[in-house]
């Protein structure tokens, strides 16, 4: 049974590789687009499951992981910036203010009659607005392409003060949560998890309590 990532993200390939189960790597056809009326939790689950479904029906006798990361602030859903300057208005507003990031996992496989999705979420804080800070981390460019402008496992963590919840759930790939799932599909893992998760071996990890 052979494992796809539908994900082109970099990020999520290293965590994925992290549990040490083979797998092959494809972008998705899904076109994420948040959609008014639906909450944090359903939008999503729903951009996970569109990833991973994507794949699916053209890799019927894989096992295909999908997943996908938003931050909902006051209610508001916020995905990636389409610009430097949406960026610079997200970093704005999430400064100095709690906010829950949703990480949602899909597993899809058409030939086994797979088709699971689950959720993690963890709340961060970040510290109070610093027009220096915040300018300097924008001329990284790393903003962009990252729900709520900004990576923890980056230049980022710099603008969190703590995080309450998995801290591989704020980077988007909680493997607490893959490995469950790839479990129910039959997939064991050749890796200790609770090991992986107290090494803390992935950049930042150690900054932030889980």
Same mark, same amino acid.
């Given at each position: @049974?052979?494992?796809? /990532? $539908?994900?082109?993200?970099? =990020?999520?390939?290293?965590?994925? %590789? +992290? ?70 208005? @997200?970093?704005?507003? /999430? $400064?100095?203010?709690?906010? =829950?990031?949703?990480?949602?996992? %899909? +597993? ?86 609770? %090991? +992986? ?14």
């Amino acid at each position: @049974m052979s494992l796809i /990532l $539908a994900s082109i993200s970099p =990020r999520r390939r290293e965590l994925l %590789a +992290l549990l040490g189960i083979p797998f092959d790597v494809q972008s998705p056809s899904f076109e994420e687009r948040l959609e008014p009326g639906r909450t944090a939790r359903e939008q999503v689950q729903a951009f996970a499951q569109g990833k991973a479904r994507s794949v699916a029906q053209c890799k019927p006798e894989a096992v295909v992981l999908g997943s996908d990361t938003v931050i909902e602030l006051a209610h508001e859903v916020l995905g990636k910036p389409a610009d430097l300057a949406e960026a610079r208005s @997200m970093l704005r507003r /999430l $400064a100095g203010r709690d906010h =829950r990031v949703f990480t949602s996992v %899909a +597993l899809v496989c058409s030939v086994c009659a797979i088709d699971q999705v689950a959720l993690s979420s963890a709340v961060v804080r970040m510290k109070p607005y610093d027009a220096r800070a915040h300018e300097g981390y924008l001329e990284t460019g790393e903003s962009l392409g990252k729900a709520g402008a900004y990576s923890i496992q980056g230049a980022g963590g710099d603008l969190i003060e703590s995080i309450d919840g998995d801290f591989l759930t704020v980077v988007g790939l909680p493997l607490r949560l893959v490995a469950r799932l790839l479990a129910q599909a039959g997939m064991s893992l050749p890796v200790d998890l609770e %090991a +992986l998760y107290t090494a803390k071996r992935y950049p930042n990890w150690t900054r932030f309590s889980d």
